[in-house]
């Protein structure tokens, strides 16, 4: 039962590699990043609000701005008239479902006809339907890629928090600029009415809003809408493909949305399964994170179960310690994935994300008193240079079949996610072997607890993980994280 359990705690770690698997199995692409030079797109979920949609439309009518509203159905049909008003000022509606709610909460026929009720109400008021739609939360099921292929998923690039009232305006204005950029695309709400959202959060909002757009101006910048946007961006990206003969056959095909390819049945079955499970393991155990924000980890208490490890501090993890065990976020991992060009790209993004993420840790293990019994850190990773880097001792896993599946599994997904997987398995098959990572409590708190003492870690980090880092190493740093 223990191993079975255990084998199930590997298996869910590695759920993590769902979305990312399905974009590149279905060969679909989410819109999240656009490569224009002097644009960047503005995009407003979750409205229209009758008392803020209205003075946000009137902000962008004075600074020549264009906007993609991503818009609640419910919300369309209370204020048909401020659909109207986007629609004749030139701004772009999308759909953000008919209620806000997570499309992993709904079957996918419920999606579907979220969608096409939210569509209902913008026709009857505009004459058109429109293709683009943003999840609630961006949270994409694999029914969203499997049953619209007329559909665009709109994600963003930059995020700010502005739901809540407290960021302010001015905490606003500062983060909004620091991404004030060519080809971002801003996620920003004009409703604070959703669950989760602060009432009085869009009134901030404008007031940073006009202060950025102000800036933009003077720096040469302009919002234009997202299909705008994409267009722009696949005509570029065309260019530097074939710079000679201009514009390329793929841009003049009508719709020309990301390429799709046929999923075999067998492969359509797997991920199927992958996300019955990813249901299951969040009903099954509560995670925790230290940034309900923007989490990178979760994690959760356990006791510990295994071989005697002797860690870096010379303690000796035993059998019924506690053990803080850890899991990457699915969500920020598919972030992460599909923003990232080269397993190169993906590991230093995810080795950043872990060096965000043990401060925290360290921070909240210390202002919880009730954790101070535990005594390490543990994941489950494959083999390779990364994890000692961080302070983590790496030690084998017991033999058993266990490990074997594990391996296999790794192989597999290896040869279904990386274009040369099949080569790269081969190769390197002799290295990737699941190992136990573990950190003491103490190395923790000495390396990571904000008292001076995480400047040397950092310089290590510095050091040792350049982008010149061989393919090889990188690749297998980046299985090592996910797996964490
Ligand atoms: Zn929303």
Redesign the pocket.
Known sequence: METLLLWLFYISSLYAFIPGLITRLFGFRVFRHGSTKDEFALTF??GPDPVYTPKLLDLLKRYGAKATF?V?GSNAEKNPHLIRRMYDEGHLVGI?NYV?KTNWLMFPDTVKKQIQKTNKIIYEVTGKTTHYYRP??GIVNLFDFAKRNDTQIVLWSSIFNDWRVKVGADRLTKRMLKKLRGGEVFLL?DCGA?LGADNGAPGEMLIALERVLEEAQRRGLRSIRIDEMIQETERIRNDRKAPKSGTSKAFEEKGSKYQRTELSWFKQFIVTLWLLWEKIFHLMFQLQTTNKEDPIFHFRFRPYHGKDVAMDNGDVLRSGDRILELHFDNKKLFTIGSRSRTPVQLALQMIRGVEKTLPELASYISSHPETHDVKAVYGVSMINRGPEKFGFTVTDLPKGWFATSSKMYLKFLLRVIHPSGNTRVKKSSHELVPKLIVMSMDTLMDKYLKDGSYGSHHRLYNKKVEPEEEDETALQATMSQQLL
């Open positions: 979920d979750d991503f609640v953000h806000h609630p939360w709400h959703t």
